[in-house]
């Protein structure tokens, strides 16, 4: 069974850099499928950050000025990291293996990130 687990601090402040790390078990970040990173700020709907291939990343036009997403296939887990952040982006972030179909099969629990001075 595959498990994925968001983990990270709670609390950033505004134009700091917000890193969060998605541990995966249960399978191989190297095998068939690809990473993604979603998040939903309170009372919004879900919004989708980037994703990971074996070879290469794609990032929401939105976001892909400050974000990075990337991989560590020996510690099987990926990361993101967004900068410059402002209140509007406290959210809860999870994160997700998506498959060759582009459907995000499995998800993490999701972590509460919150932007506050």
């Known amino acids: 069974q595959v498990q994925l687990q968001e983990s990270g601090p709670g609390l950033v402040k505004p134009s700091q850099t917000l890193s969060l790390t998605c541990t995966v078990s249960?399978?191989?970040?190297?095998?068939?499928?690809?990473w993604s990173w979603i998040r939903q700020p309170p009372g919004k709907g879900l919004e989708w950050i980037a994703i990971?291939?074996?070879?290469?990343?794609y990032y929401s036009p939105s976001l892909k000025s400050r974000t990075s997403i990337s991989r560590d296939a020996s510690k099987n887990l990926f990361t993101l990291q967004l900068s410059s952040v402002t209140p509007e982006d406290t959210a809860v972030y999870y994160c997700?293996?998506?498959?060759?179909?582009?459907?995000?099969?499995?998800w993490g629990k999701g972590t509460l990130v919150t932007v506050s001075s």
């Open positions: 990971a291939y074996s070879v290469g990343t």
């Open positions: 997700a293996r998506v498959t060759t179909a582009y459907a995000m099969d499995y």
């Open positions: 249960g399978g191989s970040i190297t095998t068939n499928y690809y």
